[in-house]
Nanobody
Framework: VQLQASGGGLVQTGGSLRLSCAASERTFSSYNMGWFRQAPGKEREFVVAITWSGGTTYYADSVKGRFTISRDNSKNTLYLQMNSLKPEDTAVYYC????????????????WGQGTRVTVSS
């Protein structure tokens, strides 16, 4: 499956952004999905995952209460609503598909999308 992330940009501290990830196939609805990020000079890290049905979500502690993942299986699209953004949220954000939730949380998805850059200014 091909994944196309969009929605990144420059925002001030405390602002909001909504990322989208469009999938190329209807099989999107059968995949667990996740968002990951990589800050300059740092390793890629897990942000949040959602089960194929959208029924269960798993958040990294660093974004819990500020970020919300959702999906629309009828549109083959994954979303990440990011509120109360902080400078430490600055990173390239990647969506990814497939694998188990354990695998996603271990940064081992089956498919990676290209990234979208988020910059939070102080």
């Amino acid at each position: 499956v091909q994944l196309q992330a969009s929605g990144g940009g420059l925002v001030q501290t405390g602002g909001s952004l909504r990322l989208s990830c469009a999938a190329s196939e209807r099989t999107f609805s059968s995949y667990n999905m996740g968002w990951f990020r990589q800050a300059p000079g740092k390793e890629r890290e897990f942000v949040v995952a959602i089960t194929w049905s959208g029924g269960t979500t798993y958040y990294a502690d660093s974004v819990k209460g500020r970020f919300t993942i959702s999906r629309d299986n009828s549109k083959n699209t994954l979303y990440l609503q990011m509120n109360s953004l902080k400078p430490e949220d600055t990173a390239v954000y990647y969506c990814a598909a497939g694998g188990s939730i354990v695998g996603l949380r271990g940064i081992r998805p089956n498919y990676w999308g290209q990234g979208t850059r988020v910059t939070v200014s102080s």
